[in-house]
């Protein structure tokens, strides 16, 4: 008996540090259930993650203005990070085209692209997006990244992926070309045609469209031919490692670099180095609220694409650990020569596909990547430009989508506006532009659309204590009698249209004795609101009317008892709003609104 007594306190006193152990390393909870299957599982997905994933990161290093070098490293210790702190089972983590795209944007404004500077520059802006995210993480607020809307969000890919597009036109071109905005960079390509390699251009065509014929065909042709599903889906995922192979064996077999064909060059072979980001107070303000932007669309598009693929296997992803975990993995890249990283759509899913069962499978791709750092990048000397252009223009052009403005015109005119503004903010001024425009545009949204809430009149509907709006549903009215459905929580942007709309619905009729405010929607009512309502309670008995409310919220009944409004209400708090029917209307009065 005295052991029975004694066991629960120290169980309770162990809980708690294997709980926060937990909730920081998500490593022990899957890690020690990991078996063969699923050690199998994962390597076969690594495996084709990491022939994916070797040309593509190279293409994002070049497209992020860095040496391709850059790509690999990025993609190595990131992804060992995620796999300890992240909670998703088949987030692929690494560069990926926005985030790539947005560091050129912000580091081409503090330093020269080819500099020791440049690519300090985006050490610090993947530190500061780390620091960001895990700062966000500690502090439980992923819900920040809801300030972005979908229809915002999509508008911004979508322009985003036109301008990566284009701003890779200049390697199929073999032209020298600039700029962040799509008519500086259309600009700078007309002023250099006469630049153009005709060997580039063939080499960049061509590679384009096998890649487009091999995402399209690829994998039915193969089908069709009896190849297994699993086979005929690495065969897939290996076409740009052909374009790449094909192409550089090609450029070094004639010589075709002597003919004005760029190429990678050489690549360092070796484990990524050790490496530290400025931290000059100039830098740092200059790169700060670029790495905010950046640390919010990655998460944004990271834990989409991670809560859509535990959702087909029934699993949970924590978006506040997710903070941590990519968080995590940008300090990583800030360390050992990367960028900013975030998880990758297209990766993602492949992973999925391709059976992955636990984030071990990116962890495996790291050691694949490793790999390929230390022996494979000899044999990228003479990778043409052209070819990395053709797999970012192939995989960045799925991104766009203009069915989003034919939706949302005929759903909501407010989000098309959102969506269409995003998207020529963006094209016109920038990405970062885009990306505040679409924050800000998202926010003011918001405030515009619960500046002016839905607000019903209602009446009951005859034989039952339900209540609908007077103008759809034929229900009983009392002239007497005004109930006001407001459809939003109260707070200082829609007060005073409460405010507005009472006095202006009651001076229309000199028959009104009560005015009842149904609360069943409202969810909270700040300081502002509180004000607002008082006034309203005054200027009603002055007039002689009452001021009633109904079906009030525990929580913000809780608040409302917190100040004097309850006291100095000079009509009454009924539990229902059928309650109040029955108090404030007599049989004799009682007529059927016209619908």
């Not at 200082?492 to 028959?511: H, K, M, Y």
């Amino acid at each position: 008996m005295p052991c029975a007594i004694q066991h629960p306190p120290c169980a309770l006193v162990n809980v708690e540090p294997m709980h926060n152990l937990l909730r920081y390393l998500p490593i022990l909870d899957w890690g020690r259930r990991y078996d063969r299957a699923a050690l199998s599982n994962d390597l076969i997905a690594a495996v084709i993650v990491t022939i994916m994933l070797i040309p593509q990161s190279l293409a994002y290093a070049l497209l992020a203005g860095l040496p391709p070098e850059a790509g690999i490293y990025a993609s190595i210790v990131p992804i060992i990070l995620y796999a300890i702190f992240g909670t998703s089972r088949a987030l692929a983590v690494g560069p990926v085209a926005v985030v790539s795209l947005l560091t050129a944007s912000a580091v081409g404004q503090v330093a020269e692209q080819g500099t020791a500077g440049y690519a300090v520059a985006a050490l610090t802006l993947a530190f500061l997006s780390g620091g960001f995210l895990v700062l966000l993480g500690v502090l439980r607020l992923g819900f920040l990244a809801n300030f972005l809307s979908h229809p915002v969000i999509a508008g911004f890919i979508t322009a985003s992926g036109i301008l990566i597009a284009t701003s890779q036109l200049k390697h199929i071109l073999g032209v020298s070309a600039h700029g962040h905005t799509l008519p500086e960079m259309l600009g700078s390509i007309l002023a250099h045609l006469d630049q153009t390699s005709g060997i580039t251009v063939v080499i960049g065509a061509l590679a384009t469209a096998f890649l487009f014929w091999v995402r399209k065909n690829l994998k039915p042709a193969l089908r069709r031919m009896g190849v297994p599903p699993l086979l005929a889906d690495v065969l897939t995922k290996a076409g740009p490692v052909a374009a790449v192979v094909v192409s550089t064996v090609a450029v070094w077999a004639f010589g075709l670099d002597a003919w004005g064909v760029k190429i990678v060059g050489e690549v360092p072979q070796g484990l990524p180095p050790l490496t530290l980001p400025g931290l000059s107070s100039d830098l740092i303000g200059a790169l700060l609220v670029p790495a905010i932007l950046i640390s919010i669309i990655g998460f944004v598009e990271s834990i989409s694409v991670a809560q859509t693929l535990a959702a087909k296997k029934r699993q949970r992803v924590d978006p506040d650990q997710e903070l941590i975990g990519l968080g995590a993995a940008n300090l990583g890249a800030a360390f050992t020569g990367g960028f900013p990283v975030t998880g990758g759509f297209s990766r993602s899913v492949v992973n999925f596909d391709a059976g992955a069962e636990t984030p071990a499978a990116g962890a495996f791709t790291a050691i694949g990547l490793a790999i390929a750092a230390l022996f494979l990048t000899p044999l990228v000397y003479f990778l043409p430009k052209a070819t990395l252009a053709a797999t970012i223009i192939v995989a960045v052009l799925s991104l766009v989508d203009f069915s989003i403005l034919k939706k949302t015109w005929g759903y909501s005119r407010a989000d098309f506006t959102a969506v269409a503004a995003t998207i020529v903010l963006t094209l016109m001024a920038g990405v970062e532009a885009g990306v505040a425009s679409g924050v800000a545009i998202s926010i003011l949204l918001h405030l515009y659309k619960t500046s002016r809430p839905h607000v019903a009149e209602l009446g009951l509907v005859p034989g039952t204590q339900h209540f609908r709006n007077i103008l759809r549903h034929k229900v009983q009215t009392d002239p007497t009698l005004v109930t006001l459905r407001v459809d939003e929580s109260l707070y200082f942007v829609n007060a005073r249209f409460l405010e507005d709309l009472i006095q202006s619905r009651v001076t229309e009729g000199c028959e009104i004795r009560n005015v009842v405010l149904m609360f069943s929607a409202v969810n909270e009512v700040d300081f502002s609101a509180l004000e607002s309502l008082e006034a309203i309670n005054h200027r009603l008995r002055d007039m002689g009317v009452g001021l009633h409310l109904s079906e009030v919220k525990g929580p913000v009944m809780d608040r409302l008892k917190q100040s004097h409004f309850l006291d100095e209400l000079n009509g009454q708090v009924f539990l229902s709003q059928y309650d109040a029917w029955q108090r404030l209307t007599a049989p004799d009065r009682i007529t059927y609104a016209a619908v």
